[in-house]
């Protein structure tokens, strides 16, 4: 696995919609499983969703379900992170990432994850 780039983030009001992609290099992006986490000024890096390699297996943090939705497309070597209803709440810079191996149990892990972007900023307005 190369690089990670994400890309999509912006300002966008209280209620609104983004759609964050993290485009990989390299041929064996399909043999990854993917996160997302972020990390608000002054808080920890926290996880926010995770996808199997095939897509087949998602996890949520509890926070984000049912407001975030995490897919991939192994086609075009990258993941997607659509976020709705957007609250000041979500402002954070949000950060992809890969791992070789992928479990439930063990996807909120940061320091599990082999391969990380450098982030896209987030802001929403009330």
């Known amino acids: 696995q190369g690089k990670l780039v994400e890309s999509g983030g912006g300002l966008v009001q209280a209620g609104g919609s983004l759609r964050l992609s993290c485009a990989a290099s390299?041929?064996?992006?399909?043999?990854?499983?993917m996160g997302w986490f972020r990390q608000a000024p002054g808080k920890e890096r926290e996880f926010v969703a995770a996808?199997?390699?095939?897509?087949?297996?998602?996890v949520y943090a509890d926070s984000v379900k049912d407001q975030f939705t995490i897919s991939r497309d192994n086609a075009k070597n990258t993941a997607y992170l659509q976020l709705n209803s957007l609250q000041p709440a979500d402002t954070a810079v949000y950060y992809c990432a890969a791992r070789s191996t992928y479990s439930i149990i063990t996807a909120t892990y940061s320091s599990l994850y082999d391969y990380w972007g450098q982030g896209t900023q987030v802001t929403v307005s009330s």
């Open positions: 390299g041929r064996t992006f399909s043999t990854y499983a």
């Open positions: 996808i199997s390699r095939t897509g087949g297996s998602v």
